[in-house]
C-alpha cells in the first residue's frame, strides 16, 4: 500500500465522520434495510461489501439524500441530521459516485458537472477549476467535450471531478471498478488513498473481495439488508469474506478445461464488420472466430466497447453485412434475423432481462412461446398451443427451480435472479446447436449463479457451442473454454483461459490491440 | 413583382408562420424537458376560444391573449396531472387532449359563432415604419409577431446560456441522472407542459383575435399537429424552428396563391402540398437515424417514477 503524501494533522476528531442507528427500508415485497448500523471515521478508507441486492445500494443512497429511511438516525460529526435531498448532503460535504453514473451524453463535461453543484454561482470560472482539479489528482479530463464521445474511465473522472470540486468529507463510491481495467483500477486506488490522506474519507461499495482487502482499512459486510460482520479486511482471506457476504460455505468450482474438440465449428464468424444503429454506440471491425462443438468460448471485455453490437449481430437484431459474415453448422446466416436463426438451431438471451430478454408485461408461459414457438413446436398452423406453452414453460421453471407462481404469471412480478433463470432455462431446454448469452448472472445471486453454471456445463458437454459475452472476468476465468476480449469494436484472438495471464487480459481490455493474448507464452 | 406585391406577400407569409412558430416554441420546450405533448391541436383550440371570448365579452383583445394563455396552462395541466403524476401514457393523453379540445371549445364557442370581438393591435414604430418594403414587414406589425420572435430568441439563449436551461435539458437526457443528482423531474416537466401549453393558447389567440378574426371550431385546421412536426424537423434546435416554420408558412401561402391565380392543378392536390412538404422534409431529415437520436431528447415520451 501507498505511504500517506504527506498527512495533514488535524486535531484527533473525538466523533466519528458518519454514524448510521438502525436504519429501515422497506419496498413493496422487500426489505432492503433491516436496521442497519454503520460508522464511518475520519481520513478512513471503509468498505461495503455484500452481494448484489445486500441493500447497499438503498443504504447508500440514503445517505445521499436520494431516498428516505422508514426509520434509524444519521448522525454527522456528531450532530443529529436529516438528509432530505442530495443538494443538503452535498452541502453537508457528502459526494457521490454512482454505479451507473448519472451522466447526461447530450451534454458536455462542464455541463455535467455545472449539474451537480449546489451553487450555480460556480459556474464562473468552472472550466479552469475542472482543470485544477483534474491535473492535481491525476484525472486527466477536457471540459469541453461532449460525455458520449468518452469512453467510461473518463466518465467515471467527471464524476470523482464533480465531488471533488466541493471539498467533500466523505465520499460514495458505489462499485466503481465494475467498469475499469486493471491498471485503471491501481490508478483509482492511488487517486483514493491521496484523498483520504487529505482528510477525505471514503465508503467504497464493492462485491469484489480482493480490491477491498488491498485498498480498505475497515468493512461492513451485509446480506439481505443486515449487517452481518464488521471486520479488517486485510486480516482475512478472500474466502473469508466472501463466506461473510453469502453466509454458506463456498464450494470452489471450476467449470472449464474441458476435453478439445476436433470437431469442425459450429458458429464461426468470418470479419463481420457492423455499423451501430445507436448514436453512441460501437462499430463492430472486422470479427473473426470460431466455437466448436462443446465448447464454451468467453468474451471479456468493459462495458459500451460493442458487447451491444455484437451481441445484436450474433441474435440477428442486426443482419450482417454478407451472408458468409458468420456460419453456422456451415450455413451461411449472416443475413437472417433472429426467429430464422433460433430455427436453424442458433439461441441467443442479451443483457437487459426486463425489456429485452423478456417482455415484463407477459406471462412465463407467453415469454417461452416467444422464443420457444418454433424449436419446441408450440405451435400449429399459426395458432398458440396453449397447453404445450403451459407445460413448456412449467419443465423450465421446475428443471431450473425457477420462484415462482407458476406459468401464469407475469414476467415482471420475478426477482432479477429468478427471470434469468428461468429466460436461460427457456434457452437451454430448446437445446439449441448454439448458445449466445450476454452476462447471464448479472444481479444474480450466488446460488442461482451457480446453477446456471451447472446448466450451461451439461449443455455444452452435449455438444453446443456456447460464447458468452460477459463484464465480469472471473466468471469468464471459472467458466469458459477460451477467452477473447472485445475492446473498440475489435475482438482479439481467442486463447486457451489457463494460458491466458491477468495482465494480459487487462492490456487488451484497455485496447492495447497490437499485443495479441495469442502471443503470450504458455 | 412590384414592391407592393412583394410587401404584401412577405406580410402574408409572416402572418401565416407565426401561430405555427408561437406553438412550436412552447412545444420546443416541453419536449426538451423529456415529455411529448400531442394535444397542441386541441390547446391552440381551447386558447382561440378563451381569447375570442374573452376579448369580445370585455372588448379588450390583449386581456383575450392573456386569457388564452390561462386556458392554455389550465388545460396543458390536466395532460400533466395525467401524465406525470399519473403515469398515464404520453401519446394517449395527448391524443385525448386533442380531441377534448375540439369538442369543448366547439361547446364554448357555441353562442360565438358569427360575432366579431376587438382585434389586436397593430405595434407601429413612428418613421421606422414608413420605409418601403421593410416598414411594414419589420416596423409595422401585430404585437404576437414581435413576441413570437421575442420568445423564440429567448428559449434559444435560455436552453444555452442559463443555468435552468441546462437543468431543462438534462432533465430531458437522463431523468434518473437528474433526479439522483437532485432535481425535480416533476416540477420541471410540470412547468415545461404549462409553457407549453401556454404558448399553444397564445397561438390560438393570434388565430382567432387576428389572422382569421372570427370564431369557428375549425380554426386551428392541423396548426397544431404542424407544429408539433416542425419540432422534429428542426431537430429541438430553435433557429431551425424559425426556418421550418417561415417555410411551411410559406409554403401554405404559396398554395394559396396558386389557387387564386388559377394553376391548372387540382386544388385539393394544392391544398395538400404544405402536409406533402413536411412529410418529404421529415424524411429527407431523418434519413440519418443516429444523428436525429443524438438531437432527440432521449427520455422523449418516457414516464418517470421515482423511488423515493
Known amino acids: 500500500m501507498d505511504a500517506p503524501v504527506s498527512p495533514p494533522t488535524p486535531a484527533p476528531p473525538t466523533d466519528p465522520l458518519l454514524v448510521l442507528r438502525g436504519i429501515v427500508k422497506q419496498f413493496p415485497g422487500c426489505l432492503a434495510n433491516d436496521h442497519v448500523d454503520l460508522t464511518v471515521g475520519h481520513h478512513e478508507i471503509h468498505a461495503l461489501l455484500g452481494e448484489n441486492g445486500a441493500g447497499k445500494s438503498t443504504l447508500v443512497k440514503i445517505i445521499y439524500g436520494v431516498m428516505k429511511p422508514d426509520a434509524g438516525t444519521i448522525t454527522w460529526d456528531g450532530k443529529n441530521v436529516t438528509i432530505a435531498n442530495p443538494a443538503q448532503a452535498r452541502a453537508l460535504g457528502i459526494g457521490m459516485v454512482f454505479q451507473h453514473f448519472s451522466l447526461f451524453e447530450a451534454l458536455t463535461v462542464a455541463e455535467n458537472i455545472a449539474l451537480g453543484l449546489n451553487n450555480p454561482e460556480d459556474r464562473v470560472g468552472l472550466y479552469d477549476r475542472i482543470v485544477d482539479i483534474s491535473t492535481r489528482y491525476g484525472l486527466p479530463l477536457d471540459p469541453k467535450r461532449a460525455v458520449h464521445d468518452l469512453s ?108 478439445e474438440s476436433t470437431q469442425p465449428p459450429r458458429l464461426v464468424l468470418d470479419r463481420l464488420t457492423i455499423r451501430s444503429n445507436q448514436p453512441f454506440g460501437t462499430d463492430l471491425k472486422d470479427i473473426s472466430f470460431a466455437v466448436a462443438p462443446g465448447e464454451i468460448l468467453g468474451i471479456a471485455g468493459i462495458a459500451g466497447n460493442g458487447q451491444t453490437e455484437l451481441m445484436e449481430a450474433l441474435s440477428g437484431e442486426i443482419p450482417a453485412g454478407s451472408p458468409k459474415n458468420i456460419l ?195 | 413583382m412590384d414592391l407592393f406585391y412583394a410587401t404584401s406577400f412577405v406580410l402574408s407569409i409572416i402572418s401565416a408562420s407565426t401561430p405555427l412558430l408561437l406553438a412550436a416554441s412552447g412545444e420546443l420546450i416541453t419536449e426538451k424537458s423529456g415529455v411529448l405533448n400531442l394535444g397542441v391541436e386541441g390547446m391552440m383550440l381551447i386558447g382561440a376560444i378563451a381569447g375570442f371570448a374573452t376579448a369580445h365579452d370585455t372588448g379588450s383583445a390583449l386581456l383575450g391573449v392573456l386569457a388564452a394563455a390561462g386556458a392554455g396552462i389550465i388545460i396543458s395541466l ?38 366579431a370581438a376587438p382585434t389586436l393591435p397593430k405595434l407601429a414604430f413612428p418613421l421606422l415604419s414608413k420605409i418601403p418594403f421593410f ?13 413570437s420572435f ?119 392536390l394544392i391544398s395538400a402540398l404544405p402536409y406533402f412538404g413536411t412529410i418529404i422534409v421529415l424524411v429527407l431529415i431523418s434519413r440519418d437515424r443516429r444523428r436525429t437520436r443524438l438531437n432527440q431528447p432521449a427520455c422523449l415520451g418516457k414516464s418517470f417514477h421515482a423511488v423515493v
Open chain 2, 78 to 115: 390536466i395532460f400533466a396531472v395525467l401524465t406525470q403524476t399519473f403515469l398515464a401514457n404520453q401519446i394517449a393523453a395527448g391524443l385525448a387532449l386533442t380531441i377534448f379540445g375540439h369538442g369543448f371549445a366547439a361547446l364554448l364557442g357555441a353562442g360565438y359563432v358569427g360575432i
Open chain 1, 328 to 522: 453456422l453448422d456451415g450455413i451461411e446466416i449472416g443475413h437472417e434475423g433472429p426467429m430464422a436463426r433460433r430455427k436453424l438451431g442458433c439461441c441467443a438471451l442479451p443483457e437487459e432481462r426486463n425489456g429485452h430478454g423478456a417482455v415484463g408485461g407477459m406471462t412465463l408461459s407467453e415469454n417461452g412461446f416467444l422464443s420457444a414457438n418454433l424449436r419446441g413446436a408450440l405451435q400449429r398452423l399459426g395458432l398458440i398451443n396453449r397447453k404445450r406453452t403451459r407445460e413448456f414453460a412449467a419443465s423450465v421453471i421446475e428443471r431450473f427451480d425457477v420462484r415462482t407462481t407458476g406459468p401464469e404469471a407475469e414476467a415482471r412480478s420475478l426477482s432479477g435472479g429468478n427471470l434469468q433463470k428461468f429466460l436461460i432455462g427457456r434457452e437451454v431446454v430448446q437445446q439449441p446447436g448454439v448458445l449466445i448469452l450476454s452476462q447471464p448472472t448479472w444481479g444474480v445471486d450466488a446460488g442461482a449463479a451457480a446453477a446456471i453454471y451447472e446448466a450451461l456445463v451439461a449443455l455444452a458437454e452435449g455438444g453446443t457451442a456456447i460464447v458468452i459475452i460477459s463484464q465480469d472476468l472471473d466468471e469468464i476465468l471459472m467458466l469458459c473454454d477460451r477467452i477473447a476480449v472485445i475492446a473498440a469494436g475489435r475482438v482479439s484472438a481467442p486463447v486457451k483461459v489457463k494460458d491466458a495471464t491477468i495482465e494480459q487480459i487487462g492490456l487488451l481490455m484497455g485496447g492495447s490491440q497490437h499485443e495479441e493474448l495469442a502471443h503470450v507464452p504458455a
Open chain 1, 152 to 259: 467510461v474511465g473518463e466518465r467515471q473522472r467527471i464524476e470523482i471531478v464533480r465531488c471533488l470540486l466541493q471539498n467533500p468529507k466523505l465520499l460514495i463510491m458505489d462499485e466503481p471498478t465494475s467498469v475499469l481495467t486493471p491498471q485503471e483500477v491501481q490508478k483509482l486506488f492511488g487517486t483514493l488513498r491521496r484523498l483520504a490522506a487529505e482528510g477525505c474519507s471514503i465508503l467504497y461499495i464493492s462485491h469484489k473481495l480482493e480490491e477491498i482487502r488491498a485498498l480498505c482499512e475497515r468493512a461492513t459486510i451485509m446480506r439481505l439488508g443486515k449487517v452481518t460482520a464488521h471486520c479488517i479486511p486485510a486480516e482475512k482471506t478472500a474466502r473469508e469474506l466472501a463466506e461473510l457476504m453469502i453466509s454458506a460455505k463456498l464450494k470452489t468450482q471450476n467449470f472449464g478445461g474441458r476435453a
Open chain 2, 135 to 147: 416598414g411594414p414587414v419589420l416596423f409595422d406589425q401585430n404585437i404576437l409577431i414581435y413576441f
Open chain 2, 150 to 268: 421575442a420568445i423564440l430568441i429567448a428559449i434559444s439563449w435560455f436552453l444555452r446560456k442559463t443555468h435552468a436551461g441546462l437543468i431543462l435539458r438534462a432533465v430531458g437526457d437522463n431523468h434518473d441522472a437528474a433526479h439522483a443528482m437532485g432535481y425535480s423531474v416533476l416540477k420541471i416537466r410540470y412547468g415545461a407542459i404549462a409553457f407549453g401549453g401556454a404558448m399553444a393558447g397564445i397561438a390560438g389567440a393570434y388565430l382567432s383575435l387576428y389572422y382569421s378574426p372570427l370564431w369557428s371550431q375549425d380554426l386551428a385546421s392541423g396548426r397544431g399537429w404542424i407544429a408539433l412536426a416542425l419540432v422534429v424537423f428542426s431537430a429541438w434546435r430553435p433557429y431551425w424552428l424559425l426556418a421550418g416554420a417561415y417555410l411551411f408558412g410559406g409554403i401554405t401561402y404559396l398554395s394559396l396563391y396558386m389557387q387564386g391565380l388559377g394553376v391548372p392543378i387540382p386544388s385539393p
